[in-house]
């Protein structure tokens, strides 16, 4: 929220802060509140054609920054707003897994994949851990069996600096 963020900012760098804020009210916007997806690449698009830069890597802090406004903007022309207490953010988020358990596309998922009996969804409330600190972090996945023809072999992929979704 406004607040957190700069005490983040403070605490761990100022790009990490923005760049966790502005992955918020991104996520949070689409999945949550429903805004389009679409208003928010379209500004993130702009930040990076204006900074000259063709990854999101390349945005400094103050970019980062300057993408939160805008995207606050887009919470305003849609008459929607982020709460600041986490809390009520989490209460948010959690309902609106629940309520994504008979969406079009979901139900579409489970008829495609026979995937029959179930009652509902779940939800795993866990730590966040931050893969867009510095160059000593990253994100990744791992599994089990290839995804791609279900090989049982590990299959992988991870990036350095960057924060998975």
Not at 5 to 11: D, I, K, N, S
Not at 30 to 51: M, N, P, T, W, Y
Request: aromatic share 10%; charged share 20%; with cysteine.
């Amino acid at each position: 929220n406004d607040a957190l963020v700069t005490g983040l900012a403070r605490q761990v760098n100022a790009r990490f802060a923005w760049d966790c804020y502005r992955r918020l009210l991104q996520m949070f916007g689409d999945v949550v509140l429903g805004i389009s997806h679409e208003e928010f690449e379209q500004e993130l698009s702009a930040v990076k054609r204006a900074a000259g830069a063709k990854f999101d890597i390349e945005l400094t802090a103050g970019h980062l920054e300057e993408l939160v406004g805008h995207y606050k903007a887009v919470y305003a022309r849609s008459g929607k707003v982020l709460p600041q207490d986490p809390w009520e953010q989490l209460r948010m988020a959690v309902d609106a897994v629940f309520g994504s358990w008979n969406i079009p596309r979901a139900v579409k998922y489970r008829e495609i994949n026979k995937i029959t009996g179930l009652k509902g969804t779940a939800v795993n409330v866990q730590a966040m851990v931050y893969g867009n600190v510095n160059n000593s972090s990253g994100t990744g996945v791992l599994f089990t069996r290839n995804p791609a023809n279900g090989t049982n072999e590990l299959y992988g992929e991870f990036l350095i600096n960057a924060q998975g979704e």
